[in-house]
């Protein structure tokens, strides 16, 4: 329990406290299906949930306590990649600019073996957390990286 708090308050964290919900009819489980998180992770996850504490998180239940987690947020005006690996850092959290990912992305290792990937896309912000109990961090990255490229495919 202290674990799943710890990732709720990581993925809070970096959708920063000022993030707004995303427009209206577009919900972060409807970005990606248990079929594709399935294929990234390379094992059976269960079907989508709507994160009951926080409504922008779409959680994948991955074995007894692995998870892939999708967030989905309003853009702010000035928010970028770069600006968000700053405030990591000035946070003691690992981050660094990831090129190729929506309009800017960012990589960070929040702790407790998680892998964040997020991207800003349009009006929006994607964020997916990894938490893969025994796996390599490559490995983590990976699925991290696997699972954004499918939901930025779905944000306008």
Known sequence: MRLLTALFCMSFFLGLALAQP?????????LLTKAEVQEAVGAPVSEAALNMTNKSVCDFKVGDAGSVSIMLTAKGPADSAAKTVAELKKR????EVVPGLGDSAYASSPGYGMQQLGAYKGSHQVIATVLLFGSPEAKSKAVAQAVMRKALARVP
């Open 22 to 30: 995303s427009k209206p009819g577009l919900s972060p489980c409807a």
């Open 92 to 95: 003691n959290i690992s981050g």
